[in-house]
């Protein structure tokens, strides 16, 4: 590595992973989830990798996501959920890009869209089972659905999907889920009952995949398993995580007992050592909230994170290691080395593994390589660069 810090992104993670998720859906088909730049590891490279492994269909979060897709010319069947009431969905639709809908007003915005654009809106209608975020509630659906059969008869729209999404699939005993399910199943009935079918019902997130076939349906979305993440606390069902985030050793120095280290300083060396300076900090997504637990792997070996996570810098105890500028660390990885993984950091700052991976910064740069074997070998090759 030349640079400060970069991302090293597993496509072959990706590629077992989707192989491993759409063995799980067993049939049905399966929507590899790239919103937030694929969960910080690259959209356009992962949404490739998980077409070519079995996903046929892709999901994103915002409008300028699905045309960057599209402008790199992925042509698969793709769904967005989220957008504001005023933005113009003409080039989604020009696109070929589903559209979540939630709401009879924002149903027909999309239908005067779909007039003006002279095409036809597909559309897959969220029902709102019990998360209270996107989605008609019980109260709102039949007028949803009603105004659905009405515009699909005009030949605006056409409902390909209806969906909707879980609280919580990690304990399949929780009667929450289990109140979602019987919701979804009342949806839908009313849903036919005023004659309204689609050929895509969808509810399953990544934990459900894995554990509750009934969630299957038509298809399955998958976020957090495709980049190795285990959904499940406590189980694991052989995901590779996809990323490791390493970084270059600017500087080393021996302090004596009694130095402080970093803004405060909140740490104060107990004895002579020696520290390395390691050029990333909370802009980059290293949290700060792991400040006196974080630790990285320096040639293998496990050193604590000492005093305050800066904007741009960490110190690093390395005592006796021999370490010098210019060496590589690896903040996590996928463990297999023994180096903390993104669930380690998760724990230290007290947040998800998501938000972890989400919040590695742009300044990051992602290189995308591709290993067959678990881990990351040293022979991966590197199949693109991103400057
Ligand atoms: C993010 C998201 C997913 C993916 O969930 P995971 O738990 O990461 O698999 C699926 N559906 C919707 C609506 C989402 O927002």
């Not at 180096?339 to 998800?352: K, N, Q």
């Not at 991976?357 to 992602?366: A, E, M, Q, S």
């Amino acid at each position: 590595m030349t640079g400060l810090a970069e991302a090293i992104v597993d496509l072959g993670a990706v590629a077992h992973n989707t192989r491993l998720l759409t063995r799980a859906a067993a049939g049905v088909q399966l929507m590899a989830v790239v919103k937030a730049n694929a969960f910080g590891h690259g959209a356009t490279a992962v949404a490739r990798t998980a077409l070519a492994n079995g996903a046929s269909w892709l999901g994103v979060t915002s409008l300028p996501e699905a045309l960057a897709l599209r402008a790199d010319g992925i042509t698969a069947p793709l769904l967005l959920w989220l957008y504001s009431p005023s933005e113009a969905l003409d080039r989604a639709l020009e696109l070929d890009v589903d559209v979540s809908v939630s709401s009879p007003a924002a149903l027909e915005t999309l239908a005067e869209t779909a007039e003006r654009t002279g095409r036809t809106a597909f559309v897959h209608l969220k029902a709102d089972t019990g998360l209270s975020r996107g989605g008609a509630t019980a109260d709102e659906w039949q007028h949803l659905v009603t105004v659905a059969a009405k515009l699909q008869g005009r030949q605006r729209i056409s409902v390909r999907g209806i969906w909707s999404h879980l609280a919580q699939a990690e304990d399949p005993t929780d009667p929450g889920l289990h109140r979602q399910l019987d919701a979804f199943a009342g949806a839908r009935a009313l849903a036919a009952d005023g004659g309204l079918t689609a050929p895509l019902t969808h509810l399953a997130n990544s934990a459900a995949v894995l554990q509750l076939p009934d969630t299957h349906f038509d298809l399955v979305r998958t976020g957090i398993a495709l980049y190795g993440v285990e959904p499940v606390p406590g189980r694991s069902f052989g995901l590779r995580p996809a990323m490791t985030l390493q970084a270059t050793v600017v500087l080393t120095k021996r302090v004596p007992a009694g130095s402080g280290v970093s803004y405060g300083p909140d740490h104060i060396t107990d004895r002579e050592t020696n520290l390395a300076l390691v050029p990333v900090g909370f802009a980059d997504g290293i949290p700060r909230g792991a400040a006196g637990q974080a630790e990285i792997s320096v040639h293998g070996v496990r050193c604590p994170v000492v005093g305050r996570i800066a904007m741009d810098q960490i110190v690093v105890d390395v005592g006796a290691l021999h370490v010098r500028a210019g060496d590589t660390v690896t903040v996590f990885g996928p463990g297999t080395s023994g180096e903390p993984t993104v669930g380690d950091w998760a724990r230290w700052a007290g947040t998800s593994p998501h938000e972890i991976l989400t919040g590695i910064g742009t300044r990051v740069p992602r290189r995308w390589v591709s290993s067959s074997q678990p881990g990351l070998p040293a022979s991966a090759e590197a199949i693109a660069d991103l400057a």
